[in-house]
């Protein structure tokens, strides 16, 4: 049997498909999001690999910013459980996990299997998400990919202090006509996003093992200044983008099999207020 898990994000799709051992055997991303052809081309791709047809899917379940679009799926499911639950299975002894998705940051506290105990979560706010990055890579016409060899080549940290994605751009525009080297701006607004996200995780509790999760993940220059901000190494996998789909087809096979209790699809508590101090929004 197969089960399929779909993470339809705000800026990409992600598709995941597992076999009844829990193996994947497909797999599909696609770059944009809710709205578009985005979650279509991930699926068709992970079954193209996986060589199967849609009807040869036993359960799915679909999950992220856009999952409700999705009418056909048998189930949906928060992201929050979806990252907890494929986190488990990547990164078996991470107690914290922190993802940085297109729309928001949060992080998780994760107990055995992946069970989701807490989280933190900055969804009221731009800056220190994955959209503070595209706007910042458009300022310097490059792909948000291209950040982290800018920050290779820095020789020094250009400080970023706007708290707001629109002031910040402001600023880096301003830098730039002062002279400052962009792989200097670049470590800067790594370190921007690196604080911003290392004070989320210190809300919830980091744990000995952290894992981190989404494309952000693979940006290795932001990587290492998180890693140093929260005092722990950071575990890292290839299939860090198709965490949440991932999570959500091993969910879609233990629903159908019946072999986990049932599922509560309500959240545990949010931690206080965890948007950033230059943003007016209740983050409760």
């Not at 193209?48 to 999705?70: K, M, P, Q, V, W």
């Not at 069970?115 to 979560?121: D, I, K, S, V």
């Not at 200097?184 to 921007?192: K, L, Q, T, Y």
Request: glycine fraction near 12%; charge should be negative; charged fraction near 25%.
């Amino acid at each position: 049997m197969f089960f399929l898990g779909i993470d339809i994000g705000s800026t990409a799709s992600k598709c995941v498909v597992v076999n009844s051992e829990g193996e994947i055997v497909g797999k599909g991303l696609y770059g944009s999001g809710a709205g578009t052809n985005g979650p279509k081309t991930a699926i068709d791709a992970a079954l193209a690999e996986a060589g199967i047809l849609i009807e040869d899917i036993a359960y799915s379940c679909a999950t992220g910013y856009g999952r409700n679009l999705l009418d056909w799926a048998d189930m949906t499911l928060s992201e929050l459980s979806c990252h907890a639950k494929g986190a488990g299975m990547l990164f078996p002894t991470a107690k914290t996990v922190i993802d940085i998705g297109g729309q928001d940051a949060k992080v998780l506290r994760i107990g055995e299997g992946g069970r989701l105990e807490n989280f933190a979560m900055n969804d009221k706010c731009a800056a220190g998400t994955g959209r503070f990055l595209d706007v910042m890579a458009s300022v310097f016409q490059c792909k948000v990919s291209d950040l982290q060899d800018y920050d290779a080549q820095s020789t020094k940290v250009a400080s970023i202090s706007s708290t707001c994605t629109v002031f910040a751009e402001s600023e880096v525009i301003s830098k730039l006509a002062g002279g400052e080297k962009i792989a200097d701006i670049v470590a800067g607004i790594h370190e921007s996003v690196a604080e911003r996200t290392a004070g989320l995780a210190k809300r919830v509790g980091i744990g000995p093992e952290v894992a981190m999760t989404g494309g952000v993940a693979l940006n290795e220059g932001l990587r290492d200044r998180l890693a140093r901000k929260i005092g722990h190494p950071i575990l890292v996998s290839r299939l860090a983008q198709f965490n949440g789909a991932l999570g959500a087809a091993l969910t879609a096979r233990e629903t159908y099999t019946k072999k986990a209790p049932a599922l509560d699809v309500d959240e545990p508590r949010r931690e206080g207020p965890v948007c950033c101090e230059g943003c007016a929004g209740d983050a409760r």
